[in-house]
């Protein structure tokens, strides 16, 4: 920022504070050196020069504090450029707009954004006309602060009043706060609103809004967008590229995501390891690992070195599919290539060894990895809590969960939904529900999907009361019970002999807004005709299979175990022959 300084002398108390110092050159040159410098020390020499400046007598101009001070912003030290200006007010050295705006932005970044504004009454009342840096800091600071509404307002006033003429980088900031916030309906329209006037979106701005929408899971408004930008003739950069590529392979969309690869260099921008590893992470998710080692491959071909996070998109791919084998290659090659495996890629060879029932292996890593000096996090311990659970040790991992909490790693919902769901397999219901009512965090206790676990554990041992009254806890907290929920509850009420109140709450789950899906008919069916209730199973089935839903396995057999007892021309052998005729359709 260009800033006009009077070129004179002004005396306050027994200082000379001047803008014309001879000492100016000198100490420009050692601020040059402190910008270009890096390492432990550049603060330290930064503040011994600070102090050299302030007993220079006369002490050089503000224009150079306030360079000085910059830099020491730039490190992130923000009370410490706080109290520097304060010591330069204390040796009267008077502070310009510049000065202000960058204790403005100091407060800002520390979440003080009301010691901000208190700085602007301040330039208000020395008579500064606050200048577009200072508005777009305060702006910025507000967002900051979780504050986007009220940035939004200063903003508009600013427009309304005509305070100042936005930039690009006000623009931006405010785009960037909306989008924060999930407006990205706004946002854009902010964007629109730009383009039509004179001061002109770049690609920051379009980059920003492309991402949002992409998150938003609005990936075709994303790449119409991007026409429009480049219709414009804003160039696209590598990172406009990675959002819409992130944002097709998100939608399952692979095959668009690897041609705009394509399309992206022969538009002369070259993509990133960051850009593979998209492409990587996505093919493995999918299954397709293989596509995942030609993009890794690929990659290679055009000079680039996958990093510690391709790698470790890789191994996961190889676990989820179950090659243990190939993921423990991919994890040896990393090794080779001096490439250091995170807690990340550690967490993926965790949680396949677990899937795979290799505890033994899963546990010894679990120990290395702590040897090696990393911390286990709550997906490493979610992971081995799942595994342990699996192979019927679960008095190991309780006392794994206890050695979490007590080395300070919190548990999450996750990792709770994994232990409720262990103990009740495990025949610990009554220990989950003490733990369970133990809990003071609400969170936890409202959610639905712990509910359920709880009401199925009780299930399957026959707490059948158990079961019914968890259930009522949810309306009287006002939970709202899922597709899960209520298919465990129409099998509890059944197995209490409640067929007709089992009916009842199929009919008031789809009043509630909840469908009942493929699993809850193959349930209530199940329990009909195990219990012999022939007549209602009937139109049960009637019903699944008008909705385009078929009973599994289990209920075919039962229903095949019924031709020998039922009347030919019957509604049920009617029903049974058009399920045999589909089964043998579809081979």
């Known amino acids: 920022m260009k800033l006009q300084v009077r070129m004179k002398c002004t005396r306050i108390g027994l200082c000379y504070y001047s803008t014309a110092s001879a000492s100016t050159s000198h100490f420009n040159q050692r601020i040059l050196h402190l910008k270009n410098a890096s390492g432990a020390t550049k603060l330290n020499d930064a503040l011994q ?12 101009n503000i224009i150079q504090f306030n360079q000085l001070i910059n830099l020491i912003v730039k ?20 502070n ?13 970044r520390l979440n003080q954004v009301t010691y901000g504004f208190a700085l602007l009454a301040t330039i208000f009342k020395q008579g500064h006309p606050p200048s577009l840096a200072t508005y777009t800091t305060l702006i910025h600071g507000l967002v900051l602060a979780d504050r986007v509404f009220e940035a939004v307002e200063l903003f508009k006033k600013l427009l309304r009043d005509k305070l100042c003429e936005p930039n690009q980088v006000m623009y931006g ?3 960037n706060g909306l989008c924060k916030v999930g407006h990205t309906s706004k946002a ?5 609103f730009m383009e039509s006037g004179s001061c002109k979106p770049c690609v920051h701005h379009y980059n920003t809004v492309i991402d949002s929408l992409c998150k938003d899971r609005m990936v075709d408004d994303a790449l119409e967008l991007f026409m429009r930008m480049t219709e414009k003739g804003v160039r696209a950069d590598v990172i406009t590229y990675n959002s819409l590529i992130h944002g097709l392979c998100n939608f399952g969309r692979e095959t ?3 041609k705009m690869l394509i399309d992206m260099e022969e538009e002369g921008v070259s993509p990133g390891v960051h850009t593979f590893t998209i492409l990587v992470d996505s093919f493995c998710k999918q299954g397709s690992v293989k596509d995942a080692e030609l993009a890794v491959q690929a990659m290679v071909r055009r000079g680039l070195n996958p990093d510690v996070i391709t790698y470790s998109a890789l191994i996961d791919g190889y676990c989820l599919r179950g090659e243990i084998d190939e993921a423990e290659k991919v994890l040896d090659g990393m090794v080779e290539k001096e490439l250091v495996p995170n807690i990340i890629t550690y967490n993926s060879l965790i949680n396949g060894y677990c899937k795979t029932k290799r505890i033994g292996k899963a ?24 595994g342990l659970f699996k192979s019927g040790n679960p008095a190991a991992a309780r006392e794994l969960f206890n050695k979490m909490q007590a080395k300070g790693q919190a548990p999450d919902i996750c990792t709770y939904r994994i232990l409720f769901h262990g103990m009740c397999e495990n025949g610990q219901c009554s220990d989950a529900l003490v733990l369970f009512r133990s809990m003071g965090s609400d969170t936890l206790t409202k959610d639905v999907n712990l509910y359920t676990i709880l009401i199925k554990g009780c299930r399957k041992y026959g707490k059948l009361d158990l079961a019914m009254g968890l259930f009522d806890e949810l309306s009287l907290k006002g939970l709202k019970p899922n597709v899960r929920t209520y298919t465990v509850m129409i099998s509890v009420l059944c197995q209490q002999g409640l067929f007709g109140e089992a009916k009842n709450l199929l009919r008031k789950m789809e009043e509630n807004g909840c469908s009942p899906n493929s699993v809850t008919y193959n349930a209530i069916v199940q329990e009909f005709l195990k219990y012999k209730e022939f007549q209602e199973a009937e139109i049960l089935l009637e019903e699944m299979m008008n909705l385009g839903f078929l009973p599994d396995s289990a209920n075919f057999e039962m229903l095949l175990h ?11 052998r009617t029903i049974i022959q058009k399920l045999t005729n589909i089964k043998q359709m579809n081979g």
């Open 173 to 175: 900031t405010v785009i």
């Open 256 to 258: 668009e995501a690897a």
């Open 49 to 60: 020069l600070f102090d050299e400046m302030l007993q220079r007598q006369p002490p050089p």
């Open 96 to 108: 310009d707009l510049y000065s202000m705006t960058i204790s403005i932005n100091c407060h800002c």
């Open 363 to 386: 546990m010894r890593l679990f120990q290395e990895i702590q040897d090696k000096g990393l911390i286990p996090d709550v997906i490493t311990y979610s992971s081995m809590l799942q």
């Open 75 to 94: 490190m992130k030290h923000y009370s410490t450029a706080l109290s520097l200006f304060k010591q330069m007010r204390l040796m009267g050295i008077p």
């Open 562 to 572: 019924l031709i020998p007892t039922t009347v030919q021309d019957s509604p049920m």
């Open 188 to 192: 854009l329209e902010l964007l629109t």
